[in-house]
Nanobody, 124 residues
């Protein structure tokens, strides 16, 4: 079970770190991603980190967000800097077995399990 946390109400320009805890999972054996969903919109890809460590980002967050993992803590993080009001959304973490073929990191259907979501609100 994935446990996403760290959301909150922020001001534009602030930083925030989201966490996705995965008790019992060896995080380096999986592909991980963060998606977000704003009210009335589809769930959009934000960032991914492959089992091998390669990262991917949506154009809208490149240079501002980073994704990392802590193997010892079985946790994946999304560091969000220079937050903008358009970053307001519910953020979800997702995971996929690293051994499965056909992985497409920006596609929500590529992931096997999802966390419950954490709300991030950014005010101007």
């Amino acid at each position: 079970q994935l446990q996403a946390s760290g959301g909150g109400s922020m001001q534009a320009g602030d930083s925030l770190r989201l966490s996705c805890a995965a008790p019992g999972l060896t995080v380096s054996r999986y592909h991980w991603a963060w998606f977000r969903q704003a009210p009335g919109k589809e769930r959009d890809f934000v960032a991914a980190i492959r089992g091998g460590g390669r990262t991917h980002f949506a154009e809208s967050v490149k240079g501002r967000f980073s994704i990392s993992r802590d193997n010892a803590e079985n946790t994946v993080y999304l560091q969000m800097n220079s937050l903008k009001p358009e970053d307001t959304a519910v953020y979800y973490c997702a995971v996929r077995n690293g051994l499965r073929i056909g992985y497409e990191y920006p596609v929500a259907g590529s992931y096997d399990y999802w966390g419950q979501g954490t709300q991030v609100t950014v005010s101007s």
